[in-house]
T-cell receptor
């Protein structure tokens, strides 16, 4: 009965090779978030969707893009991964707005070779 | 700018001892504060939020606006409390800002 699902759990890619991480949710939540978390650091918000409205954080590199084709799915695209993009990527959802509790997925650990 | 500081990366306590995980924040308005927890091999999940003023798994946290703190406390630590704890802040209509986290290790 997982509510926020991330696939794959581990992803290995090559330097410069585009990679897509997936997130799906069964909660029918309006808001979906992508966070990047590097070792011993806080989860860092990359962007989020409020329904179909995309909200990019000011310091998110252009290399990172996102798509939300429907309520249930959200994708994180890294166009040209660098070694510095190796991290845990967390997807989260919240029901209506930012004041609601966020539900996190298990994360996808990205390794860039 | 909003900022959340958790000064301790690692906190080790003996089972049955009191626990206090520190969290300080910087924000001039009226923030909403949270504690999230991540147990080993599990996903990040909400532990408690200050507006609820509730005790979850024996943990409590009081928002002290004068000291801009939201420390997490438990009178008697249990082994199953060992986890990574993140303090987080939200203000107005903005998403969460997380601290770097504190790893709590409860020693039997």
């Amino acid at each position: 009965d997982a509510m926020v699902i991330q696939n794959p759990r581990y992803q290995v890619t090559q330097f410069g090779k585009p990679v897509t991480l997936s997130c799906s949710q069964t909660l029918n939540h309006n808001v979906m978030y992508w966070y990047q978390q590097k070792s011993s650091q806080a989860p860092k918000l990359l962007f989020h969707y409020y329904d179909k409205d995309f909200n990019n954080e000011a310091d998110t590199p252009d290399n990172f893009q996102s798509r939300r084709p429907n309520t249930s799915f959200c994708f994180l695209d890294i166009r040209s991964p660098g070694l510095g993009d190796a991290a845990m990527y967390l997807c989260a959802t919240s029901r209506v707005g930012y004041q609601e509790t966020q539900y996190f997925g298990p994360g996808t650990r990205l390794l860039v070779l | 700018a909003q900022r959340v500081t958790q000064p301790e990366k690692l906190l080790s306590v003996f089972k049955g001892a009191p626990v206090e995980l520190k969290c300080n924040y910087s924000y001039s308005g009226s923030p909403e504060l949270f504690w999230y927890v991540q147990y080993s091999r599990q996903r990040l999940q909400l532990l408690l939020r200050h507006i609820s003023r509730e005790s979850i798994k024996g943990f409590t946290a009081d928002l002290n606006k004068g000291e801009t703190s939201f420390h997490l406390k438990k009178p008697f630590a249990q082994e199953e409390d060992s986890a990574m704890y993140y303090c987080a802040l939200r203000s107005g209509n903005t998403p969460l800002v997380f601290g770097k986290g504190t790893r709590l290790s409860v020693i039997a």
